[in-house]
Each structure stands twice: as structure tokens, then as C-alpha cells.
């Protein structure tokens, strides 16, 4: 059965067209598919900036508040803020698309999509008001 | 045996990105805009050397710092392989996207190691 | 309301050209036809060369899917009404081979759904006098879903990883295996957990989603497979960390 098939698929005459590198232009969908899965450079980005953060408060009073310094200039003003859009947009995807992969079943029945992702948006909002708590205390 | 680690790869990206969707954005709000343009008040140098002498903390910085970036390391490899359509060179982009994950986290564990 | 709508319909002859063309009919417009109906009426009284496939015209069979203003769509099901002004464009199933006008080659689908062996599989088959296999509602209702699947593969049409990666079993494949895997009369999910962790497997999915939005049938692959990988992930680690565990 598979010896007879698989000569078929080399059929010369049939047109297989060559997807660009560009397939990604070509609907909005896939546009924003790449732009989600570009989130993951300012996720790295913010990651590399703590990393270089906590080596300034480790090195010193001054060595801080010269990192302090870096990131009033505009320059990290604007990749900050850029980040932060790319980190929301992030985030909002993470958390409405949680609900697919997570498909939690209580007594049989699924638990709704909306009540996983509401339990995520909770969830950052808690945390976001603890880590502002623990911060502003100093 | 040859057991592909893909699972574990994407248990890694899974965890880093819930970490980075719960938590970055509130640090990166505080520490990128509002604590340098002033809106809100900065936390001292004093207090912040406080904080990252608990071991907890350190344990919270580290896994901040690293998962996120194992996170960025596989979503960003498989960018690279349906975006720019790179499959072909596929080690050399897995070793530089693990790797960079990977020697940052080494870099993040040895500098908490050492704040005293 | 119009009285005409032009299509634009995608024609390859191998004998003829060598990549496909253009051709523009028009035909009458009715509001309650189909891409299905416009399609037969060029075949019955323009240009009767024209090739395509339908069977049921009412979205059961899977048999008429094909890429309309470059979206897949089941023609049976697309009304001309909501792709006025036209021309509207019908085009082949994406990320398949062309054999002829509309018509696509589908061995690779039928190949990788044998694969992942989407057939009841029972360690011990019971005997007949034992009498039918029971299943609550609610077992049922765990895959239900992804038994709604009609194989019209516009969920392939819709996956830019199937149009890029030649070896990936592809959105219905996976979401048919997880329907045999999530089946309470199932015993086979370790076998099928081989060929679907394996290159080509579900790792290659990222999670574009667009297979969901394309499912007329509301399977939602996309759903499965990150359901699955879960799954897989957890074996994974079960096998790490507890080698001596069941197989």
C-alpha cells in the first residue's frame, strides 16, 4: 500500500508553489502571529536590563546611581517604553490564550474559557499590586 | 538513549512566559518609566540592598531573571525557523539562544550568589 | 443588489501552462448562492474544463474546501453575498500540490492521519457476548468536539508550519489522535504518544491558532495540540523523574 502511494507524490506535472520567506505579509493574522512571538525579544530585553541592574546595586552606591543615570536618558526611555507595550501585548496574549492549553475539567464539565484567563488577569493584578507595595516601601 | 528534551524546553518557555506576563510588566513599568521620570518615588539604595540579601528574594530574581530568558530562547529559535525561514541552520541558532539563556542565568546565579 | 458577480478563478492545465493562471467568469448573483453554486454554474453553462471537487453541498462531507479571497473556506458554505463587490477570487487549497484548476492532491494528509492510527485500539478486544463498551456523558463530552472532524483540510490550508515544515502531521491529524487518546474505550495514547512527539510532531506547532479559525466544524485543533503538549510534558517528566514507573 505505501510503495504505490508514495510513488504518486513525485508527480512532476503538479504545481507546488514555493512559500516566500514573506509569508507572514501576507494576512493580518499571521502579522500578528510574528509581532506575539516578537514579544519574547523584549521579554529578553527586560531580563538583560535586571540582570545589569542587580550588577549595579551589587557594585556600589555610585555604581547604582550611575545605572540610575542610563535609564533617565531618552534613549532607555524609549526602548523601555517600547518594551512595555511589546510586554503588554505579551501578557495579553499569554493570559487569553492560557484557557486553550490548560482545558481544566471540574465534576466532568470544562471550566470556561473566560474563568481561567479572568483567574490569570486576577492573579497579575494581585502580584502587580504586591511587587508596587514592596517597592514604594522604601 | 537520545531522548529529544523538547518537553522540557517548552515546560521551560511555559513557565518563563507566564513569569514574564505576571510579573514583568509591573517592574518594568515601575523601574523603566515611572521611578526615572519621577512619578513615583524610587526605592533608596539602602532599602533595595535590603531586600536582595534575603535568600527569597534572590531565589525571585534569579528564577525573573532566567526562565524569561529560556522563554525568549525557544519562541525566539522557532521565529527564526518560520520567520526568516532558517531551519537550515538550525545548531548554530539552537547553541546561540539556549546558550545566551543559559550563561545569563549562570551570570544572574553568580552575582545574587555574591551580594552579600 | 447586483445582477452579476465576476469570479476569479485560479486554472492550471500542466498540459498548457506552468504555473497557474487567472480566469474571470461572471456569473448570475443570487443571495442565496454559494462559491459551490457559481462553480457548477461555470461548469454546467461557461466552461465546462473547469475542475473542482464537491459531493454533499451542505458542509458534512469536506470534500469542497478551497482558498476564497485567500481565506479556506468550505465553497458549499461561503456565501457570493458576503464577497461582494468581487471579483472574487477562488483559488486551490493553500500548502497542497495542484493537480489540475481547483482540484489538490491530499496523499500527504492521508498518509499522517494513518499515522497516528485514529482507530479504537483495546489491548484485549472484548468478545461480542460481553456485551457494548459504556461511556458517561461526560466521558463522551471530553472528545466529542474533535470527533466533529469532516477531513476537509482547511485547517492545513490555514497552518503557515504545514506550508513550511514538509514533515508536520498537520492540525487535524493531531486534533484526531488526541479525539482517539481523550476516548475513555481508547487504550493506544503510548503508541500514539511515539509518532506525535517525534519530528513532525506536535513541538513543531507554535501556536498560530489560524487552523482553529479556519475549523467550520469548531474542532479547534490548535486547542488539542497544546493540550497534548501538556500532556506530553508531563510524560516527559514522569519518565525523567520516575524511569520505573508503568509503560
Redesign the interface.
Known amino acids: 500500500m505505501s510503495g504505490k502511494v508514495q510513488y504518486t507524490l513525485y508527480h512532476p506535472k503538479w504545481y507546488r508553489r514555493h512559500v516566500s520567506v514573506w509569508w507572514w505579509l501576507e494576512n493580518r493574522s499571521y502579522t500578528t502571529f510574528i509581532l506575539r512571538e516578537l514579544t519574547s525579544v523584549s521579554v529578553a530585553f527586560f531580563a538583560f536590563l535586571s540582570l545589569w541592574y542587580l550588577r549595579a546595586l551589587a557594585q556600589g552606591s555610585e555604581s547604582y546611581a550611575r545605572f540610575l543615570q542610563w535609564l533617565r536618558t531618552p534613549l532607555f526611555l524609549t526602548l523601555d517604553s517600547v518594551a512595555f507595550l511589546f510586554i503588554l501585548l505579551h501578557a495579553v496574549t499569554w493570559f487569553n490564550l492560557a484557557p486553550k492549553a490548560v482545558a481544566l475539567r471540574l465534576q466532568g464539565k470544562r471550566v470556561p474559557d473566560g474563568i481561567i484567563a479572568g483567574l490569570n488577569y486576577l492573579a497579575w493584578l494581585m502580584l502587580s499590586v504586591g511587587v508596587t507595595w514592596i517597592l514604594l516601601r522604601g | 538513549m537520545g531522548r529529544?528534551i523538547?518537553?522540557?524546553l517548552?515546560?521551560l518557555f511555559?513557565v518563563?512566559?507566564?513569569i514574564?506576563?505576571?510579573?514583568?510588566?509591573?517592574?518594568?513599568?515601575?523601574?523603566?518609566?515611572a521611578?526615572?521620570?519621577g512619578w513615583?518615588?524610587?526605592?533608596?539604595?539602602?532599602?533595595?540592598?535590603?531586600?536582595?540579601a534575603f535568600p527569597l528574594v534572590k531565589l525571585y530574581?534569579f528564577f525573573?531573571?532566567?526562565l524569561?530568558?529560556f522563554?525568549?530562547a525557544h519562541?525566539?529559535r522557532?521565529?527564526l525557523?518560520?520567520?526568516?525561514?532558517l531551519?537550515h541552520l538550525t545548531t548554530l541558532i539552537a547553541v546561540l539562544c539556549y546558550g545566551t539563556a543559559l550563561t545569563?542565568s549562570i551570570?544572574?546565579a553568580y552575582?545574587?550568589w555574591?551580594?552579600p | 443588489m447586483p445582477a452579476t458577480v465576476a469570479l476569479a478563478v485560479a486554472r492550471y492545465r500542466p498540459e498548457v501552462e506552468s504555473e497557474p493562471i487567472s480566469q474571470m467568469y461572471e456569473v448570475p448573483f443570487r443571495k442565496d448562492w454559494v462559491v459551490l453554486d457559481a462553480l457548477n454554474y461555470i461548469k454546467d453553462r461557461l466552461d465546462g474544463s473547469l475542475s473542482f471537487r464537491w459531493s454533499c453541498r451542505m458542509g458534512v462531507c469536506g470534500s469542497c474546501g478551497m482558498m476564497v479571497d485567500g481565506f479556506p473556506k468550505l465553497t458549499c458554505s461561503t456565501f457570493l453575498s458576503d464577497h461582494l463587490p468581487g471579483p472574487i477570487r477562488v483559488e486551490p487549497l493553500r500548502y497542497f500540490p495542484v493537480v489540475r484548476d481547483l482540484v489538490v492532491d491530499i496523499t500527504d494528509f492521508m498518509q499522517k492521519l494513518k499515522q497516528v492510527h485514529p482507530w479504537i485500539t483495546r489491548k484485549e478486544e472484548k468478545p461480542i457476548a460481553a456485551g457494548e463498551y459504556l461511556q458517561t456523558p461526560d466521558q463522551l463530552d471530553r472528545y466529542k468536539p474533535l470527533s466533529m472532524c469532516i477531513n476537509c483540510m482547511l485547517c492545513y490550508a490555514a497552518c503557515p508550519i504545514y506550508g513550511l515544515e514538509s514533515s508536520f502531521v498537520g492540525p487535524a491529524a493531531i486534533a484526531l489522535a488526541q479525539r482517539y487518546n481523550l476516548d475513555s474505550r481508547d487504550e493506544a495514547a503510548e503508541q500514539r504518544h511515539e509518532i506525535l512527539s517525534a519530528r513532525g510532531g506536535i513541538w513543531e506547532c507554535t501556536f498560530v491558532g489560524e487552523c482553529s479559525k479556519v475549523c467550520p466544524k469548531n474542532v479547534d485543533p490548535a486547542g488539542a495540540i497544546q493540550q497534548y503538549k501538556l500532556t506530553a510534558t508531563a510524560h516527559w517528566f514522569k519518565s525523567v523523574l520516575v524511569p520505573w514507573g508503568s509503560r
Open positions: 529529544p523538547t518537553p522540557l517548552w515546560a511555559s518563563g512566559g507566564t514574564a506576563a505576571l510579573l514583568f510588566p509591573v517592574h518594568l513599568l515601575l523601574t523603566g518609566l521611578f526615572p521620570m513615583l518615588n524610587a526605592p533608596s539604595y539602602g532599602y533595595l540592598r535590603g531586600l536582595v530574581l525573573f531573571i532566567s524569561p530568558l522563554h525568549w519562541r525566539f522557532y521565529t525557523y518560520d520567520g526568516l525561514k531551519k545569563t551570570a544572574a552575582t545574587l555574591t551580594i
